[in-house]
């Protein structure tokens, strides 16, 4: 008589454990609380595992409206200290019939998210074996952002390049303007100044590159070379009061002798003729 | 119609900053980390110093001599010295052409990579998730969000030089800005360079500077700069690494191209070029030393991050398979459980024994990566692990733009200078047009590069495309400049534009050091070449997320032949060519003048 009472008291929690360690419908779920919460970890306890079995029946309701279901539906067995168990739910109208495997994962894939904030863990930290997590949907933009940027440095460079033609475009406009004006004028000047020493001088430093100094091994050359350039320069910059008319009639050696000699030294520090400067055919 | 005078530089400094930005490259931050890390650390640095001295700095030194005498770019001045080595210009020019076809593309990922990290989230931080959103994308899985980010999502690369594609239009947009802001750095010639090279010059090292504070300061960067530092003297008895040293002073300073001819060709005649040839190569190599610290710092970084993820992997792979409690095991003592497990519980060790790594500083700082992996993949996984990562990342990607686009400058300028001197052209054409078109031709042929394929074409053009023909060029202009010019003259050249002869130490190396250095190099290229068997490339397998090694077909090992003829070949032949002239229009082979000589200009 007392057995069979005592086998009636303990029988439920036995068949109860047979339906859980079965393993057939279950999942085992693994929690790394330090992992996750690191020095503000808390301890695993019968509170925190009554609060997870409250928290799936709740996700079990919502997932199966019709069917009420309670704390005593959700079985739980083989807990170990890594804080891993595995769980079943029965159907709350048949203590014996447990509710199949894919029912149970979509309410919980369904309710993640709660049951992750339930526990302050994450997808990674709560594990349920076997049931993958929903990923968050990837952020779609309108425009992709790595085009706007683009877009806007493009935009940049383009109006630096028209402005540096447009530039370019007046500058030479301009020059052909003036140069109407004064080419009369300064061919003349020029003419008379190299008429003494023919094409041997000519074209120093333009690009027309007819004088082939490789060629030359005459020291004294690259001297001269250095005070013409000087006396050039000066010219152009219209400094030396004697260049223009005095000197028309000296022929061209003594009238590269007249440069200061203190200019022979001078030579690197001085500017080369600037590009606008018109020096017409000859140099 | 009226010539322009020559243009020059407005002050001695930006020539300077020009040769310092066209020097100081991309091989500083990516070729010499690696070499290194492969030849012993802090050990390597002897045979590259006693490299700088032997071969960098005479060379230099020539080169820029030539060009500020010659006063032309380098198919004139070579033509100046005799007609029978205009060749020599021509194959520099080449070998520019073919650099700049391909460097570009380099300064193409940098923008796309540059724009994509004004972003919330870093692009190459995560992978992306697949369309059923169960998980990610499997080739992601299996390589990692860096690698997976620039070999599909950059390069969309197909599995083998063979299976051509369709060109990248995020990459093609941003090759035509690379080449737009070329262009508009050199549309006006060295006016326009003069002023930008101020910014490219110096921007970089301020971002070095930065990154090195930054890297020091990282958790674990200490790990990699002491193993650089430690010296393994034994590899200095390696023969691998003098050549290694040489070839790496050799390319790092751009000796060859011509656009250190073009450059001191603007100068003023009295420049002291002798001065800041020696201070533009220390620079160059200091600059290298820096980088190489800061690599080594966030190497460092990587390393022992990967080590801790290891450990922790590991930590976890226990804990779940034997259900122990998470305290029981902490990152310091998971060897010693590994170890204990094995003993006391071998049949289940044995079920995960294919999972257990076997984790190790040492194996990840041995890792070493140059190249575009280093820059682009292993950078990029470093900084996507530091706090703020994208203002490191932005700061990163324009340093390497800048690094990148200074040494453009330079290699654009040695082709627009000959084409400049070339009066048939400068008549016709001014010197913006001039200009335009050599950036759309560029733009237009290294289009090809944005292909699927794309980047194993990279690969070939910058194994092959300026190495051997660089060498034999330098080689042929430092024997043409001793022997065929003739050193005595070249002297009195020079006394003639700064005032004093050269000393003993340039006369030894020019005449005899640098040119015996520049033939065992040669040889050995010849003899590795040879003995190398066909040309293999690696590349990137989607199944199983790394590179696998592949020989090149047919067709691939032909065109690398072009690559290398097509450069060689310009001296032999422009050589007979002036020959023949000679001969059919009666003229003596040899002319001595003593007085100017109308050439042709060219």
Known sequence: MITRILLLIFLPSVIAQDLCEDGKDGYKVRLSIKTALGDKAYEWNESEMFLFRSSLAFAMRNHIPTEKFDISNILVCNETKRVSFVFVVTSPNNSTKLIPKDQVASAVRKHRHRLNSAFLLSDGTLEFMGIPATLATPITYGTQPWLIVFGVVIGAVAVGILSLLMSTMTRRRRRAADKGVDSGREEERIEGLVKGNGTSLTCLDSKDGDYNKAFSNDERFTKLLCRFGVFKAKLAEGQDSKTTSELKSLSLKSQLEQVNPSEENDCDSRAEPRANVETGKGI | ?602
Request: aromatic share 14%.
């Open chain 2, 1 to 602: 119609m009226s010539k322009e005078a020559r243009p020059s530089w407005d002050s001695p400094t930006q020539f300077v900053l020009a040769c310092v930005s066209y020097a100081v490259g991309l091989g500083n931050v990516w070729r010499f980390p690696y070499l290194c890390q492969m030849h012993g650390g802090g050990g390597f640095l002897i045979p590259y110093l006693l490299m700088l001295v032997l071969e960098g700095i005479p060379l230099f030194c020539m080169e820029l001599a030539i060009g500020q005498r010659m006063r032309l770019g380098c198919v004139g001045a070579w033509s100046a010295i005799s007609p029978y080595l205009g060749g020599l210009g021509i194959a520099s020019v080449v070998t520019s052409v073919y650099l700049s076809l391909y460097y570009n593309i380099i300064n193409a990922w940098s923008f796309w990579y540059l724009f994509h990290s004004f972003q919330p989230v870093l692009p190459w931080s995560e992978c992306p998730v697949n369309s059923n959103r169960s998980g990610y994308v499997e080739e992601c899985e299996v390589a990692s969000p860096t690698q997976y980010f620039f070999y599909r999502e950059t390069l969309n690369i197909s599995s083998s030089i063979d299976e051509n594609g369709g060109v990248h239009m995020g990459v093609a947009l941003c090759l035509l800005l690379a080449w737009v802001i070329v262009f508009l750095f050199v549309v006006r010639g060295i006016k326009s360079t003069g002023k930008v090279v101020y910014f490219t010059a110096t921007f970089p090292y301020l971002v070095l500077i930065i990154y090195l504070i930054r890297g020091f300061t990282l958790h674990g960067a200490w790990n990699g700069v002491k193993y650089m530092f430690t010296p393994k003297l034994d590899q200095l008895a390696n023969p691998q690494t003098w050549i290694n040293a040489a070839t790496q002073i050799f390319f790092s300073l751009g000796l060859g191209f011509g656009s250190l001819i073009a450059f001191a060709s603007y100068n003023h005649q009295n420049n002291d070029f002798e001065k800041q040839a020696v201070a533009v190569s220390l620079i160059n190599s200091g600059t290298s030393v820096f980088a190489c610290m800061v690599t080594f710092a966030i190497y460092g970084f990587k390393a022992t991050l990967n080590y801790e993820s290891c450990l922790e992997r590991m930590k976890l792979l226990l804990i779940n398979t034997f259900d122990l409690s998470e305290s029981d095991i902490s990152i310091d003592n998971v060897t010693i459980w590994i170890s204990d497990l094995n003993h006391t519980n071998p049949e289940m060790f044995s079920s995960i024994a294919s999972k257990i790594e076997d984790c190790s500083l040492e194996a990840e700082l041995d890792t070493a990566v140059e190249g575009t992996g280093l820059a682009f993949i292993v950078y990029s996984e470093a900084i996507k692990n530091m706090p703020v990562s994208q203002l490191w990342s932005v700061l990163y990607f324009i340093m390497l733009l800048l690094l990148g686009m200074g040494s453009m400058l330079g290699n654009i300028t040695a082709i627009i200078t000959p084409l400049g001197d070339l009066k048939i052209l400068s008549r016709t054409f001014s010197n913006e047009t001039i200009n335009g078109l050599v950036c759309l031709v560029c733009l237009l042929l290294g289009l090809g590069f944005t292909t699927r394929s794309g980047s194993y074409w990279f690969t070939m053009f910058n194994d092959y495309g300026a190495t051997l023909s660089l060498l034999f060029i330098v080689l042929f202009e430092v024997v043409s400049v001793c022997y065929i010019y003739g050193l005595k003259r070249f002297e009195k050249d020079i006394e003639d534009m700064l005032g004093h002869r050269p000393n003993w130490y340039w006369r030894v190396m020019w005449a005899v050091v640098s040119p015996v250095l520049l033939i065992t190099l040669f040889i050995f290229y010849i003899i590795s070449y040879i003995q190398g068997g066909t040309p293999t490339y690696q590349a990137w397998d989607k199944d199983l997320g790394r590179s696998v090694v592949k020989e090149y077909p047919p067709y691939g090992q032909a065109f690398i032949a072009l690559l290398l003829v097509s450069s060689l070949s310009c001296i032999p032949l422009v050589a007979l060519y002036e020959l023949c002239k000679r001969k059919h229009r009666g003229q003596p082979i040899r002319q001595r003048q003593t007085v100017s000589t109308v050439s042709s200009g060219l």
